[in-house]
């Protein structure tokens, strides 16, 4: 493999991205009231672009819109959790399997590596600098590590409406996180060298597995911390919710309040 890995290139983000990171950052606050003026003041642009990005976040359920009363900042999709940590599931299996295709064909000698390479030393990168945070104790750099290399090996599969599709979602899963940083960063963080090894490997089903079992873990852990009362759609994951709720201090899930939620854990 090529030297040097390097992280990826910062592109100037719009005004969309740039509203929607504030509201997954907290700095937007779930049921804030946001109007056209004082975001185009905030973002220091006219009002013209900040009126097409409130269409698009409203679009993408960050933003909640109604005739005559105005734009407000949307609840934090709690109680969709289950069905996008299941949604996600099924994308990354499929990315993870292609990825690992992907690379069998590459060291076979059936696809130029170019893209590749690159790619692999973004990730290369990430897992160091993720590395690093851990060893220091500073987790909170992991929510957005941990997306650049999910989203990577997701450009690894070659699919571009996967990655399209995994990118959107993972806004939203982004936002489910903002409050629980500390419980998703470093129990599940060396899965990723693992999943990679067997995309490296060219072994598709592992690491189809692999992934299956790491996006199934944070599923089980945050519908557990969270005391989501929707049961989950997949029996052997509401099983293991129910068995990790009762196992926590005082029969109940240990989570905390997230912001714009009317139901969480005690």
Not at 43 to 67: K, Q, T
Not at 77 to 103: G, I, K, Q, Y
Not at 149 to 172: C, D, V, Y
Request: hydrophobic share 45%.
């Amino acid at each position: 493999m090529p030297d040097e890995p390097a992280l990826p290139a910062l592109v100037r983000p719009t005004v969309q991205d740039a509203i929607r990171r504030d509201i997954i950052a907290g700095v937007l606050t779930p049921g804030a009231r946001v109007t056209e003026a004082s975001l185009a003041q905030r973002y220091d642009v006219s009002r013209v672009p900040v009126r097409e990005a409130l269409r698009g976040l409203e679009s993408e359920g960050f933003i909640d819109s109604r005739p005559h009363v105005g734009s407000r900042v949307a609840a934090i999709p709690v109680h969709d959790a289950d069905d996008l940590f299941a949604v996600r599931e099924a994308l990354e299996v499929s990315t993870a399997r292609s990825a690992a295709r992907r690379a069998a064909a590459l060291y076979s000698g059936d696809e130029s590596p170019e893209d590749w390479w690159r790619l692999r030393r973004q990730i290369a990168a990430l897992l160091d600098a993720g590395d690093a945070h851990v060893a220091a104790g500073d987790l909170d750099p992991l929510v957005g590590i941990n997306d650049q290399i999910h989203i990577a090996i997701a450009e690894l599969s070659g699919s571009a409406t996967l990655t399209r599709l995994l990118r959107q979602l993972s806004w939203k899963i982004e936002w489910l996180y903002a409050a629980d940083m500390q419980s998703r960063g470093k129990r599940l963080w060396p899965d990723h060298r693992v999943i990679v090894g067997a995309i490296d490997a060219g072994d598709g089903e592992r690491a189809a597995a692999l992934m299956a079992a790491h996006v199934r873990e944070s599923r089980i852990g945050y519908l557990a911390r969270y005391g989501v009362t929707r049961p989950s759609s997949d029996p052997e994951v509401a099983a293991a919710v129910a068995a990790r709720s009762a196992a926590a201090p005082g029969g109940s899930a240990a989570g905390g309040t997230v912001p714009g939620a009317d139901t969480v854990g005690a």
